[in-house]
């Protein structure tokens, strides 16, 4: 697993310098970029949701022009891409949903919902490692031409 907080940022800013249109050398990154932009919706929006939140204009903008009659490695990666977005961003007003909780159908013989409850705060556990002073000084010695490095100054 990545550390969203630091790495999807340069990794999403530079997947969006490859979907400009202006990017004549960067075009054939595309797919790539399309694929990587897949990837990183789930850990950045469980992390921190801005990371993606505030860039999400900008991504649908150039995102947009991935379907291509032309493309169609393009033309897939861009409608997965879509597919995970909407599985992870809230689309449209609230929906009514049946209360399962209330509903005893919802329940096994043993009144448990088909839930298993593992731990509390899961994701702050998870991540905890990169609060931890040996992963800053390994993140610290990266090289001056790591995007990792650069996207830290």
Do not use: C
């Not at 929906?95 to 448990?112: I, Q």
């Not at 031409?145 to 100054?153: E, G, L, M, N």
């Amino acid at each position: 697993q990545i550390d969203p907080a630091r790495a999807s940022p340069p990794l999403i800013d530079f997947s969006l310098r490859a979907l400009d249109v202006s990017s004549v050398n960067l075009s054939h990154q595309a797919p790539a970029a399309l694929s990587a932009l897949s990837r990183l919706l789930q850990p950045g929006l469980r992390r921190d949701p801005s990371i993606i939140l505030s860039r999400l204009p900008e991504i649908l903008r150039l995102t947009l022009a991935g379907i291509d009659s032309n493309d169609q490695s393009k033309t897939l990666r861009t409608l997965i891409f879509y597919r995970n977005l909407v599985m992870w961003v809230p689309v449209g007003g609230s929906a009514n949903l049946p209360n399962v909780y209330e509903s005893k159908k919802a329940l096994d013989r043993g009144g448990a919902d088909g839930t298993m409850h593992v731990s509390d705060n899961l994701n702050e556990v998870r991540y905890s490692i990169t609060d931890s002073p040996i992963y800053k000084r390994a993140f610290e010695s990266l090289p001056e031409s790591s995007v990792f490095f650069q996207a830290s100054i």
